[in-house]
Every structure is written in C-alpha cells, then in structure tokens.
C-alpha cells in the first residue's frame, strides 16, 4: 500500500470549506507529507451542495470560493476514466448498500494503492466489514 497517497472524499473537502479553509493539510494534521487525490467526482458533489456549503459556511461566498481555491490545489485531480473496469467492478462490490456516492473515491483508492480518509464512520463500518481497510487515520 502506498501510505504516501491519500484519496479524499467529499466530506473532508466539505468540511475543509466549511471552516473557510481549503488546507488539506491543516484538516489532516501533522505528520509525513502525504500527497491528496481525489476523482474529478467530488466537482459533481461540491456544485450540487454550492449553496448549502455556503450558509454553512456562515462566510461570504467570496471566502468560501477563496478556499474552495485553496483547496483544488492541495488535490491532484484523477479521471475516473483512467480507472480500470474490474477495479470499479471492486468498488461496486464494496459500496453496494452502502453509498453509491462512494464508489468513486473507493475505486480511486483501490486504483492508486493508497489510503481513503473519510470522516462518514457507518461507510467505514460497512467497509470494514466487507475486508476493506485502507483507511487513513491522521
């Protein structure tokens, strides 16, 4: 597994905008250096939530934007196209029941080897429960 690479789901990025911070980093916490992934996906679910993120937010949306900014350029952004079927075939298999929304960043995280850092714990119990572990726990 590739402790380096960390795929990151939408709930992190919510809430890294939220508090008006795109910093990956300062969300995660210290300790290495990894480097954040996330499938082009997660620009779906941040415009379908745009204004909702926003009066959570309780910021202007100007500085919610900024940090939306701050954001896209901790994350290297992957084409889900580039994922190979059986691995999506995986990932359908581990998310079946649990979110669809999902399937994405667990086919992304399968894909690159690496870690899935989410903070949503029923996924992670039902992940967990089906043999998937690659979890990454600041």
Same mark, same amino acid.
Not at 39 to 48: A, G
């Given at each position: 597994?590739?402790?380096?690479?960390?795929?990151?789901? +939408?709930?992190?990025?919510?809430?890294?905008? $939220?508090? /008006?911070? /795109?910093?990956?980093?300062?969300?995660? /916490?210290?300790?290495?250096?990894?480097?954040?992934?996330?499938?082009?996906?997660?620009?779906?679910?941040?415009? &379908? $939530?745009?204004?909702?993120?926003?009066?959570?937010?309780?910021?202007?949306? +100007?500085?919610?934007?900024?940090?939306?900014?701050?954001?896209?350029? $901790?994350?290297?952004?992957?084409?889900?196209?580039?994922?190979?079927?059986?691995?999506?075939?995986?990932?359908?298999?581990?998310?079946?029941?649990?979110?669809?929304?999902?399937?994405?960043?667990?086919?992304?995280?399968?894909?690159?080897?690496?870690? !899935?850092?989410?903070?949503?714990?029923?996924? &992670?119990? /039902?992940?967990?429960?089906?043999? !998937?572990?690659?979890?990454?726990?600041?």
């Amino acid at each position: 597994m590739n402790a380096d690479c960390v795929v990151v789901d +939408a709930n992190i990025a919510f809430k890294c905008l $939220h508090s /008006g911070r /795109g910093d990956l980093r300062e969300r995660i /916490g210290p300790g290495g250096h990894p480097q954040f992934f996330s499938p082009r996906y997660l620009f779906i679910e941040l415009f &379908k $939530h745009k204004e909702r993120l926003i009066r959570a937010a309780n910021l202007p949306e +100007a500085e919610v934007l900024k940090a939306l900014y701050s954001l896209a350029t $901790h994350l290297e952004f992957v084409n889900e196209a580039n994922i190979p079927e059986g691995t999506w075939v995986e990932a359908h298999r581990l998310c079946r029941g649990l979110d669809a929304d999902d399937t994405p960043y667990v086919a992304l995280t399968l894909h690159l080897d690496g870690r !899935f850092r989410t903070e949503d714990d029923a996924l &992670k119990a /039902g992940l967990r429960a089906r043999g !998937f572990d690659r979890f990454f726990e600041p």
